[in-house]
């Protein structure tokens, strides 16, 4: 069993959707929660950050985390299709190296 | 430069051939991290450099792959006598220091495929 599982999707929703994305996690020492979106043919960028438990509001995009479950969840409200990309849920305990999901692949119909 | 440069975008090598991957990491940045990323996967963990010391390279899949940092900023990803299964993004970041709040920024990075 991996560290961080992702469903890879495909996901497909119309413009203007909420998307929810999630990822569950194993290793209860982990303590930073990331989301990365990578578009085709580029590196990650970090989207939303946050340690421990909690939730993060940034624009359009929420993000949670419940460490009793090992439940992380990224939210997009109105959905546009610049939001088409993968999104890559990220871990790490510490300053250590991080620890990736599969990554969902996104694409949101004009 | 502004961000992390990787060189080159895309390498085809032939099963057995040497390669050399660079990365230019955000001037002053601290930390660099290699990773792989496989088609259809999130990347993995390859090796981690503070300066030009390599403190972590747990990740790395066989001795066939090194790294190195000579002077704690351009660091290069080599492999040798490629195999089929190396054929992967390799993705470099760099972060300014190792403090718990700080984001790692990455790089384009390289495409290799082995034929």
């Known amino acids: 069993q991996k560290e961080v599982e992702q469903d890879p999707g495909p996901l497909s929703v119309p413009e203007g959707a909420i998307v929810s994305l999630n990822c569950t996690y194993s290793?209860?020492?982990?303590?930073?929660f990331m989301w990365y979106r990578q578009y085709s043919r580029k590196g990650p960028e970090l989207l939303m950050y946050?340690?421990?438990?909690g939730n993060k509001e940034d624009g359009r995009f929420t993000a949670q985390v419940d460490k009793s479950s090992k439940y992380i969840s990224l939210f997009i409200r109105d959905s546009q299709p610049s939001d088409s990309a993968t999104y890559l849920c990220a871990m790490r305990r510490g300053s250590e190296k991080l620890v990736f999901g599969k990554g969902m692949k996104l694409t949101v119909n004009p | 430069g502004a961000g992390v440069s990787q060189s080159p975008r895309y390498k085809v090598a032939k099963r057995g051939q040497d390669v050399a991957l660079r990365c230019d990491p955000i001037?002053?940045?601290?930390?660099l991290f290699w990773y792989q990323q496989a088609l259809g996967q999130g990347p993995e963990f390859l090796t981690y450099?503070?300066?030009?010391?390599?403190?972590?390279k747990s990740g790395l899949p066989s001795d066939r792959f090194f790294a190195e940092r000579p002077e704690g900023s351009v660091s290069t990803l080599k492999i040798q006598r490629t195999q089929q299964e190396d054929s992967a993004v390799y993705l470099c970041?760099?972060?300014?220091?190792?403090?718990?709040?700080?984001?790692?920024?990455f790089g384009q990075g390289t495409r290799l495929t082995v034929v």
């Open positions: 970041a760099s972060s300014l220091d190792r403090g718990l709040n700080t984001e790692a920024f």
């Open positions: 001037s002053g940045h601290v930390s």
């Open positions: 290793n209860s020492a982990f303590q930073y």
């Open positions: 946050t340690y421990s438990s």
């Open positions: 450099f503070q300066n030009e010391a390599q403190l972590d």
